[in-house]
């Protein structure tokens, strides 16, 4: 079955360090996301793309970075992780078009101490 | 005020009841609108779109008024299966078509 996978599942991490996440679709979409979740706040986009020479901020883009390879692969980079970072993050991706339906990664739960 | 509210619940329902969800968005020209479900510590997953005049599935009934600017989901003869949290997506117009999910409400339902 197609899928969206991430890595890694989970991570703890200090503050300062550098993280990437990393997220590879199977399922030939073209658009793909990452989206933050904390508890009380509900998923929050922190990038997206529309193909690989599209990239545009959500919106809460602010100590992130992102990084499309191809089309099957969204990256997300904390250059320096700091504690307020620490969230649930899920890769998502629809077709393009104005395709509806996203498609979730099974998320990554990163701690940042 | 938010781009989509819920309540957040949890809703603690016996197995076999009815229960009802709402949700109200701010953007009156918001275009697309859907039900997703997310179980502990899981992705989310589509359940339903939401159709201007209503619209089923087996046990689960979403309904749209545009005039209140509010969604609905509707679970008939509830499951241990269905506690999860479930979502209210709405989509706006547009270029980017913006997708804003809900914080959801957690539904337990309980033996």
């Known amino acids: 079955d197609a899928d969206v996978t991430q890595t890694p599942r989970n991570r703890i991490t200090k503050t300062g360090k550098r993280i990437m996440l990393e997220c590879s679709q199977t399922?030939?979409?073209?658009?793909m996301y990452w989206y933050r979740q904390d508890p009380g706040l509900g998923l929050r986009l922190i990038y997206y793309?529309?193909?690989?020479?599209?990239?545009n901020k959500g919106e809460i883009s602010d100590g992130y970075s992102v990084s499309r390879q191809a089309q099957a692969k969204f990256s997300l980079s904390l250059e320096s992780a700091i504690p307020n970072q620490t969230a649930l993050y899920f890769c998502?991706?629809?077709?393009?078009?104005?395709?509806?339906?996203?498609?979730f990664g099974p998320g990554t739960r990163l701690t940042v101490l | 005020r938010k781009e989509v509210e819920q309540d957040p619940g949890p809703f603690n329902v016996p197995e076999g009841a009815t229960v009802a969800f709402n949700c109200t968005y701010s953007?009156?020209?918001?275009?697309?609108f859907f039900w997703y479900r997310q179980d502990c510590r899981k992705e989310p997953k589509l359940l339903m779109s939401?159709?201007?005049s209503g619209n089923e599935d087996g046990r689960f009934t979403a309904q749209l008024n545009r005039a209140s600017q509010y969604i609905s989901l509707l679970i008939r003869d509830s499951k241990l299966s269905d506690s999860a949290t479930y979502l209210c997506?709405?989509?706006?117009?547009?270029?980017?078509?913006?997708?804003?999910f809900g914080i959801g409400t957690k539904l337990q339902v309980i033996p």
């Open positions: 998502a991706t629809s077709v393009g078009g104005g395709g509806t339906e996203q498609f």
């Open positions: 399922k030939g979409h073209d658009r």
């Open positions: 997506v709405v989509k706006s117009s547009g270029g980017y078509q913006k997708v804003t």
């Open positions: 793309s529309f193909d690989v020479k599209d990239i």
């Open positions: 953007n009156s020209a918001s275009q697309s």
């Open positions: 939401v159709y201007s």
